[in-house]
């Protein structure tokens, strides 16, 4: 069965810290990885995906992929109020077309 | 910038009832889904569809839930006979191509079964 494990949180963090949110898969065919950003009551918004391992920048944010260890991380810099959320690490592949989930872990960024 | 839609964004039903949930992918787009998620728990797949037949489905895809599109724009998810555990937040989502390809989801439609 393929999982996805994710710290429910909530993970408090200052605003213009950093924000480190961790995940780790069970299913080594796993081929691409998404964080997807889900404010209460709204649909999942894609953030990032990373193919590869290594890290991938865009703008505020790092993932951070390691299938050896079969782990992705998403950094978030100059954290702001407005990035409280629930992040939901997901991953595809392995033959399934479906994006299995993790819980999420509920990110409050403190003013 | 193009977007999902989904149709209606709230439907209350009474229990035994069928239910159908409308959505247009991205236009350009190949391959849709159906997700769900219960309130407080993760979002769950429930089947993609691709070129006009399902390509995979979970094993909640049960047979009470079939997908169809019916015309050129819309893909449809229909409920035959609810019950109170289909209570949850619908999310259709399409995407260029598959596996390797980023999802974009709609808005959703949240399904209240009494």
């Known amino acids: 069965q393929k999982e996805v494990e994710q710290n429910s949180g909530p993970l408090s963090v200052p605003e213009g810290a950093i924000a480190s949110l961790n995940c780790t898969y069970s299913?080594?065919?796993?081929?691409?990885f998404f964080w997807y950003r889900q404010y209460s009551g709204k649909s999942p918004e894609l953030i990032m995906f990373i193919y590869s391992n290594g890290d991938k920048e865009d703008g505020r944010f790092t993932a951070q992929l390691n299938k050896a260890s079969q782990y992705v991380s998403l950094l978030i810099r100059d954290s702001q109020p407005s990035d409280s959320a629930t992040y939901l690490c997901a991953f595809s592949g392995g033959g399934a077309d479906g994006l299995t989930f993790g819980k999420g872990t509920h990110l409050i960024i403190q003013p | 910038e193009p977007e999902v839609t989904q149709t209606p964004s709230h439907q209350v039903t009474q229990m035994g009832q069928e239910v159908i949930l409308r959505c247009v992918p991205i236009?350009?787009?190949?391959?849709f889904y159906w997700y769900r998620q219960i309130l407080g728990q993760k979002v769950e797949f429930l089947v993609s569809f691709y070129n006009n037949e399902i390509s995979e489905k979970s094993e909640i895809f049960d047979d009470q839930f079939s997908v169809e599109r019916p015309d050129g724009s819309n893909f449809t998810l229909k409920i035959r006979s609810t019950k109170l555990e289909d209570s949850a937040m619908y999310f259709c989502?399409?995407?260029?191509?598959?596996?390797?390809?980023?999802?974009?989801f709609g808005p959703g439609t949240r399904l209240l079964v009494l």
């Open positions: 236009s350009n787009h190949l391959y």
């Open positions: 989502a399409s995407s260029e191509a598959t596996v390797r390809e980023t999802q974009y």
């Open positions: 299913d080594r065919g796993s081929q691409s």
